[in-house]
């Protein structure tokens, strides 16, 4: 294994691929000044105060000191070079897809509306926080009646939130809409929506935002008219299982598959192992007829124009140049930051400047044309590359990309996380140390990227964990049954 990696020919640094000592000589001939630790950047020669740092080819910053050749390069000598808003041009630069249709199924369950769903399993969807206990007992009981057998579903959970009531404008727009989302949700064999009865998210408003639905799988139930709400929830479930009851998986084409990309906990080696890993899987899938969406917005800041030259034609251009923007204008609306550093978790795995975030982040788009972008709580509409808007944060950027209509999501990360989001939520390790300690929350290792394991080799490999997860098998927030729906406040409380 090597001990340091150049990214690209016109970088003028090299990332450490394991903890070195000071007077080590690496590959490139530099003799090491300083220890480094893994997955942090090594100066490949003297930079000059305000030279740019180069990583990916890209500026990811500027020297704000004087650096030698072999020394590290990271928060104490390097600074971003971000702006905020600003104007963008149109030049679009298209690729050509590598891959080739290869007529690939997985085994899922066909939806009357056309989508097909990963899992088939029974939610309780509270209109509002204030009934999240009352669902628990809802299933409790019901999986009593039922001497523990619900199958065919194959769990039944709430997707508990906090929200739904004393909120205003669009921030109650928002969480109406997600709610309606995941009632809608190809994953979901049967919802049962359960609201309290005072709450300005008012059931009748919601079923109306439903569009069609198929009533004998979603039903509707206020807590406050019920004699005994419990019991008429558990009847509730009861006819939703009846009308589940023949479902079975099928053969579906991977053109059915929509699948999210995010990462979380990164470190120095999420855009050389992980990252491009999904890219290439992304760039294979949407060759299928498949679709993938990243978010993410603030990790886009210093990797939009290459985006935006991906664009499919200039109307998808101008909603990528509106997603950029608007993002960065809610900053500053709250007076806050717009290029803030990444978090500690980040820097102390050897990422320096958002650019060097946003860098290696769109690694996870590949290299496809962006044919739409999705505000916030808006629904997949055309298969291939999206963007939709949604805050970095883990938790509320994985259910976006639920909400959206991805049946999974695919999450990369350096340093390992836990949760997982109301969807099977792949956790995909940068490292083989991390996929090694963390085996009870991380599904799959690309950290064998940087161990002499072939692109292609993993790729393939990749593809067919996938399949399988598509067709059944399940993925340690699953186990573990940790499922999160975070919706994105942005309003007043009152």
Known sequence: MKDTLIIHEQDNVAVALRDLEKGTKVQSGVELQENV?????????DLHENNNVVKYGFPIGHATAPIKQGSVVHTHNAKTNLRDIQSYTFHQKLN????KQKNLTFNGFKRTNGNVGIRNELWIVPTVGCVNGIADLIIQQFKNERGGDVSPFENVLVLKHNYGCSQLGDDHEQTKQILADAINHPNAGGVLVLGL???????EELRDSLGDYDAGRV??????????????????????????????????????????????????????????????FSDFLTAQGGTTVLTEVPEMFGAETILMERAENEEVFQKIVALINEFKQYFMD???????????????????????????????AGTSTIVDVLPYGGTLKKPGLNLLSAPGNDLVASSALAAAGCQMVLFTTGRGTPFGS?????????????????????????????????????????????????????????????????????????
Not at 96 to 99: E, G, I, Q, T, V
Not at 354 to 361: H, R, T
Not at 430 to 448: F, M, Q, S, V
């Open 422 to 494: 109301f969807v099977p939520t792949v956790k995909i390790a940068t490292n083989t140390p991390l996929y090694e300690k963390k085996r009870h929350w991380i599904d799959y290792n690309a950290g064998t990227l940087i161990e002499d394991i072939s692109e292609d080799i993993v790729l393939e490999d990749f593809i067919q964990y996938i399949i399988r997860v598509a067709s059944g098998e399940w993925v340690n927030n699953e186990k573990n049954n940790f499922r999160e729906l975070a919706i994105f406040k942005t309003g007043v409380t009152l």
């Open 334 to 364: 709250h007076n806050q930051p717009v290029y803030e550093n990444p978090s500690p978790g980040n820097k102390d795995g050897g990422i320096t400047t958002l650019e060097d975030k946003s860098l290696g982040c769109t690694q996870k």
């Open 197 to 203: 009865g005072c709450e300005n998210n008012n059931i």
């Open 37 to 45: 630790s893994r997955g942090h950047k090594i100066a490949l020669r």
């Open 219 to 280: 039903k509707f139930l206020l807590s406050q008219e019920a004699d005994d709400e419990i019991q008429a929830g558990v009847e509730c479930l009861h006819a939703i299982w009846e009308a589940a009851k023949e479902d079975k998986r099928e053969a579906a084409p991977l053109s059915k598959l929509n699948i999210g990309l995010k990462c979380g906990g990164s470190d120095g080696f999420s855009g050389i192992t992980a990252n491009p890993l999904l890219g290439r």
């Open 96 to 99: 050509k897809s590598p891959y």
